[in-house]
């Protein structure tokens, strides 16, 4: 079991007899589907799997209060938010009724109007609504933990809980003004090749682009050439030189932006 898993079954461990394992295993699994997807540099998924995990945070939250939960589409999470918000004072502490709700609510109006509050000449949010959003959760599951435990561990030890969980919390690749970077700290000139063209998926990058953004990764001229030359076989090239990558090209680099070291 890699540590990741582990790290994860700690959490459910702590989390699930005070809140229900449905919603639980729910919250856990879309934070790191989450992540994962922060971590590739895919922005709209990540924020619409952070909308899952708040919902499963409020679902959690509601029936730990001995509330009822609306049924089918009758959840609606402003209701939620509001009748946490409405339990007696003292009955719960104030991060179930006020705090993590209104974080919540915070979130949950990024991922909800997710790509819709930009026009397509101004700079695209997505990315630092994923930042945003991302440390927000960060912030929920491990005050979570902490309320949980019962001042059995601190909140610097619930965070550092989740830290293990996100094991990186920015992204492996980037985008520099069109300009890719792989943050991997072992990486070859052909996987670099194989992660710039699947960002640009499903557009296509000139031969000679792509030569410069794997030398732009740390690699020489000759390295760059090689590693193009070597990917041929997994791309289609148009007349203009224009390369972009076919589905087993696509899988290679998949793979490889869901390794994290």
């Known amino acids: 079991m890699d540590s990741k898993a582990s790290n994860a079954q700690q959490v459910e461990a702590m989390l699930v007899p005070h ?4 919603n639980v295993s729910s919250l856990l699994k879309h934070f790191s589907n989450s992540v994962e997807d922060f971590r590739k540099g895919e922005w ?3 924020i619409a799997k952070i909308g899952k995990f708040i919902e499963a945070i ?3 939250l509601f029936i730990h209060a001995g509330k009822t939960l609306p049924v089918g589409r009758g959840f609606k999470a402003d209701l939620i938010i509001n009748g946490l918000a409405q339990l007696p004072d003292g009955a719960f502490h104030d991060s179930i009724r006020l705090t993590i709700p209104r974080a919540a609510r915070f979130v949950y109006d990024i991922a909800s109007n997710r ?3 930009h026009d397509t000449d101004e700079v695209d949010p997505n990315e630092m609504d994923a930042n945003a959003a991302m440390m927000a959760c960060s912030w929920i599951l491990a005050e979570m933990i902490r309320l949980a435990q019962k001042g059995a561990v601190d909140l610097s ?9 996100t094991e990186k919390r920015y992204p492996m690749i980037e985008d520099v003004e069109g300009r890719v970077y792989f943050h991997r700290k072992k990486k070859t000139a052909t996987e670099v090749a194989l992660v710039v063209l699947a960002h640009q998926y499903p557009g296509r990058i000139e031969r000679q682009e792509l030569v410069k953004a794997i030398k732009r990764n740390g690699f020489s001229l000759a390295n760059a050439r090689v590693a193009v030359s070597r990917i041929l076989r997994i791309v289609d090239e148009n007349e203009n030189g ?3 990558l076919l589905a087993p090209g696509l899988r290679q680099a998949e793979d490889l932006m869901k390794q994290t070291t």
Request: glycine share 8%; aromatic share 4%.
């Open 58 to 60: 409020l679902k959690g």
């Open 44 to 46: 709209e998924d990540s």
């Open 115 to 117: 790509g819709a509050r």
């Open 157 to 165: 030890q619930a965070k550092a809980l989740v830290e293990n969980l």
């Open 242 to 244: 224009e390369l972009r």
């Open 19 to 22: 809140f229900p394992k449905k």
